[in-house]
T-cell receptor
Framework: DTGVSQDPRHKITKRGQNVTFRCDPI?????LYWYRQTLGQGPEFLTY????????KSRLLSDRFSAERPKGSFSTLEIQRTEQGDSAMYLC??????????????FGSGTQLSVL | AQTVTQSQPEMSVQEAETVTLSCTYD???????LFWYKQPPSRQMILVIR??????QNATENRFSVNFQKAAKSFSLKISDSQLGDAAMYFC????????????FGTGTSLTVIP
């Protein structure tokens, strides 16, 4: 178990550019979540996958945001035409559903996005 | 949507002493899970403790324990024998027991441990 890894750790971009983040979950985990966290706030749900299927998207997720999880393994989160309000830490978490005893989220260290 | 409220933005505790962090939540459901997560400066959120709403017994994990009051919708975290490594942001979280529901997080409590 190598944990949840996210890449990159930091991303600085200019407004209007596209950015893509990657998340590698714990290998046997079938569920993967994306959260956004701004300073002084708790994580806000963006979307989640069960295997390769995207089951839920937050209303916070504008059409500039898209996430994929091909083959039910790693996931990418892309933000198109970035805006300064997109500056935040983007957290990925994974879990194993169906193992009994309820769901526990395991988080990565996040990608800190700064839009200039 | 469910809401989770942490009314203490900051708390401090003397090393080796005990501190209690508060959390309340709003739900109409009877079956759910509650969590406390710790986020140190390294940013990685770490699960501290979990409580299942249908269990009356309060969860404990070593120096960490909870006081779960279902009727009051209250879920506080007690840290005993506080250590310098306990300094972090602590987030309370709620999840419905129905699969497919997201986790809802509070705004966090920043805990300082004074040597």
């Amino acid at each position: 178990d190598t944990g949840v890894s996210q890449d990159p750790r930091h991303k600085i971009t200019k407004r209007g550019q596209n950015v893509t983040f990657r998340c590698d979950p714990i290998s046997e985990h079938n569920r993967l979540y994306w959260y956004r966290q701004t300073l002084g706030q708790g994580p806000e749900f963006l979307t989640y996958f069960q295997n390769e299927a995207q089951l839920e998207k937050s209303r916070l997720l504008s059409d500039r945001f898209s996430a994929e999880r091909p083959k039910g393994s790693f996931s990418t989160l892309e933000i198109q035409r970035t805006e300064q309000g997109d500056s935040a830490m983007y957290l990925c978490a994974s879990s194993l559903i169906g193992a009994g005893g309820g769901e526990k989220l395991f988080f990565g260290s996040g990608t800190q996005l700064s839009v200039l | 949507a469910q809401t989770v409220t942490q009314s203490q933005p900051e708390m401090s505790v003397q090393e080796a002493e005990t501190v209690t962090l508060s959390c309340t939540y709003d739900t109409s459901e009877s079956d759910y899970y509650l969590f406390w997560y710790k986020q140190p400066p390294s940013r990685q959120m770490i699960l501290v403790i979990r409580q299942e709403a249908y269990k009356q017994q309060n969860a404990t994990e070593n120096r960490f324990s909870v006081n779960f009051q279902k009727a009051a919708k209250s879920f506080s975290l007690k840290i005993s024998d506080s250590q310098l490594g306990d300094a972090a942001m602590y987030f309370c979280a709620y999840r419905s027991s129905f699969q497919g529901n997201q986790f809802y997080f509070g705004t966090g409590t920043s805990l300082t441990v004074i040597p």
